[in-house]
């Protein structure tokens, strides 16, 4: 009796955690995936297709062109996170007056709502009495043509996500034990033998999760696209999850939405057997 | 050599600084101008004489009442909601028989990461079948699916990091399992329960798509939701950066100041 009653009280401490992702993470999870095998339709119930979506898909040229944007989207703020917050971290791993203040700014743009950050990127990159252009008193488009767009795009990420690898990467120097430092400095090791044989073993694991949370972040990003570009100049910046918004939104063929949201799945597949790797030595 | 060093790392941290808060002084000078005068004439960077009518408005304008009211209860329901589910996952997780647990912590923790850009056209459906939709309850129904994952696994490995007397003692004295978790467990997790809450407060504050996507009305959105409600078009400039500043930008600020807290939280089981 007892031992019923313990398990059924297992059960409900459990339950509110299940339901929450059973019903607004697996069961949404299992909807898109079987949307995308069907032509369903804005208002229009659709049958089963298959992988007919998928392959109108892959014949796609924007299609093509949003995956290429995405990964260069990625790749670029990805890179530039990871060098700059780097970087910061080093620049702030000494005490000096005001630190914690200038922490606290450089974090801020990351727990900012990103939507505004956005927005008002928007205004400072605008062609018309834009911050930018006033600063340096020219008239330059840059949200006009495509590489001067994505590169714009690019800053914006790199403005919002550069905090992540900073504090992770800080996070990460912290556990470098101080003896072992000590002790490759008098052992007269130069600057760069000590980065890459002592500092580098114990930033990997921080580098690579602030990577991989970045790298999925950046490849479902839709807000910065979506309000700076919308895709724009002529799909030069489109990237899948703009696409699948406009497919899903504006032509209402969920259907096909979906298969696009879908075709991402490799990459947070990749991702997650990353990060269960990582963590797997606990 | 070294105070070359500290020098070229003194610059790239004040290049950088004025980078992360370059968009920030922007706001301000648009919050202190009537109407969209920002996104016409004058310097864009700052507000010569500053016209404070717009803050002097939000606090009589029932709308930004109705959307500061939304904001709170969806952080608020959000986290309670959060913290209270993944508390008593961790700890069943942690201290109670639960078949084949370490399997179960790591599937929830690989849902995390799924982009919720593959759920919200589903969700919608869910949010209708639920009865919240067009409402801020949309929201408080649906963040926490991409909170708890997470919230659990960190709360597990705290737990499971507790020497097993605390709660075992706590038994013995005939305590209830409710209690050891909210008078013996809740007290020593705090800290662990900063960072789940950091962490939720950026999911929240960076959500666009499904504040986007579930509310419609007005009267329903958020401080946040509502600035670039349907695009980056602004009413209301000067209103629109004032609303956030003074609702919202507070708290990130305050945030801002536990970036160690949140880092040392999502590192859990990454970085020892």
Known sequence: MTAVRGRLLTLAMLAPALAFVLGVIAYPLATALWFSLTSVQIGGAGHFVGLANYRFLFGLGTYGDAVRNTVVYTAGSTVLKALLGMLLAFALARPFPGRRLVYAALFLPFIFPADVGAVAWYYLFSNVHGGINYLIQRDVAWLGNGPLAMASLVTVNVWHGTALFTVLSLAALRSVPRHVLDAAITDGARWYQRFLRILLPYLVPGLVLAALLSVLGTFGDFVFVHLITGGGPANSTSIVGTMAFQVALIDGDLGLASAISFSVIPVYLVGLAYLLRLVGRR | ?272
Not at chain 2, 158 to 171: H, K
């Open chain 2, 1 to 272: 050599m070294s105070v070359l060093k500290r020098l070229a790392g003194g610059a790239f941290l004040t290049v950088f600084l004025i980078f992360s808060l370059a968009p920030f002084l922007w706001m301000i000078a648009a919050s202190l101008k009537p109407g969209d005068e920002q996104l016409i004439f004058g310097n864009p960077w700052w507000a010569a004489s500053p016209d404070w009518s717009n803050y002097t408005k939000l606090l009589v304008s029932p709308l930004f009442l109705r959307w500061a009211l939304n904001t709170a209860s969806v952080l608020l329901g959000t986290l309670a909601l959060s913290l209270g589910a993944s508390l008593l996952a961790a700890y069943a997780l942690a201290h109670r028989r639960v078949p084949r647990a370490r399997l179960l912590v790591v599937s929830l923790f690989a849902t995390y990461l799924l982009p919720s850009g593959l759920l919200w056209l589903p969700m919608i459906k869910v949010v209708q079948a639920l009865g919240v939709a067009d409402s801020p309850l949309a929201l408080v129904v649906t963040y926490p699916g991409l909170i708890i994952p997470f919230a659990t696994w960190v709360l597990w490995n705290f737990f499971r990091d507790l020497p097993p007397d605390l709660v075992e003692q706590a038994r013995l004295e005939g305590a209830g399992e409710l209690r050891i978790l909210i008078q013996v467990l809740v007290p020593v997790a705090l800290p662990v329960l900063a960072a789940v809450a950091l962490f939720g407060i950026a999911i929240t504050f960076n959500d666009y798509l499904y504040g986007l996507a579930f509310l419609s009305a007005p009267d329903a959105q958020t401080l946040i939701s509502e600035v670039a409600h349907t695009s980056v078009d602004l009413n209301d400039t000067g209103f629109t950066f004032a609303a956030i500043l003074l609702g919202v930008a507070p708290i990130a600020v305050f945030c801002a100041f536990f970036a160690d807290t949140y880092a040392k939280g999502l590192g859990t089981g990454v970085i020892d």
